[in-house]
Structures are given as structure tokens and as C-alpha cells.
């Protein structure tokens, strides 16, 4: 599998400060793929998962076991009237929405929905309608929840 250059380097320009080095190894990591646990190649399921879920279902894995019960994920739930997405327009990119997604699916503060405006609004530009109304109905379900 060749790497994407691009996708490398928008890691590098996203990860940008003193400290960062751990997050742009996690990104290349995602990218590059985790490789057989047991073995050698770059090889398995993480690819097409991503780097937190994979991690995630391997933990919950291993925890069951061992007999360990993982923490329930809680789940937001979209209005059908809700045209909640990320439009083409905006990013592009399929590999980076999806990224985006990713990101939006591990959120579990305020504070994570305002660090993803922050990265979409300095890379992008002014957030689209569409991805604005998600990020409120994720940010009122997690105050209702508080």
C-alpha cells in the first residue's frame, strides 16, 4: 500500500505544536496501519476501522476476557430532520471527513466539540450549516447527560 504524501503532511501541519510528536505518530500510525499484533506485516482490521476504534475493540476484547466489564459508549441520536453531515464541498477529501467523522464519533465533552471546530474552521474555513447542527445536537446531548 503506497502512504499519501498529502495526508501525512496535512498530520504535520495539523499537529504543529511543541509536544505534538505523540499525536503525529498516532496519525501516522493510523495511516501506515497497526500491523499483525502477532506477526510482522502491516497488516489487519485497523485500517479500515481507524487507530481509536480498533484500539477500542481490542481492549474490550481482551477485558472480556479477563472477565472485565469496558464502559458503555453512549450514542447521540440525529432527528431524520436533522441534515447533519459534512458536505463534499467543504472537505473535499474523503479520507479526511472520514477522519473528521472519526473524531466526531469519540467525542464525549464540550471541550472536544470545540477543539474539532477550532481544527475544522483553521484548515477549512467557517463551518457549514449542516456540520454546525451536528456538533449542537452532540454538545446538547452531552449537557442534557451532565
Do not use: W
Not at 35 to 48: P, W
Not at 113 to 124: G, N, Q
Request: proline share 1%.
Amino acid at each position: 500500500m503506497r502512504l499519501n504524501v498529502q495526508e501525512r503532511f496535512d498530520a504535520l501541519i495539523e499537529y504543529n505544536t511543541l509536544g505534538a510528536g505523540y499525536d503525529i505518530a498516532l496519525r501516522d500510525l493510523e495511516l501506515r496501519g497497526i500491523g499483525n499484533i502477532l506477526g510482522v506485516e502491516q497488516s489487519g482490521y485497523m485500517e479500515t476501522v481507524g487507530f481509536d476504534l480498533y484500539m477500542h475493540l481490542l481492549n474490550e476484547a481482551i477485558g472480556k476476557e479477563k472477565g472485565i466489564k469496558t464502559k458503555e459508549k453512549k450514542n447521540f441520536i440525529l432527528s431524520e430532520k436533522t441534515a447533519a453531515y459534512i458536505a463534499e464541498e467543504y472537505i473535499p477529501d474523503m479520507n479526511v471527513r472520514l477522519d473528521i467523522y472519526k473524531r466526531i464519533a469519540s467525542i464525549e465533552t464540550t471541550e472536544d466539540i470545540v477543539k474539532i471546530k477550532e481544527a475544522c474552521e483553521d484548515r477549512f474555513g467557517e463551518l457549514p450549516m449542516n456540520l454546525l447542527k451536528m456538533l449542537e445536537v452532540i454538545e446538547e446531548e452531552i449537557l442534557e447527560k451532565s
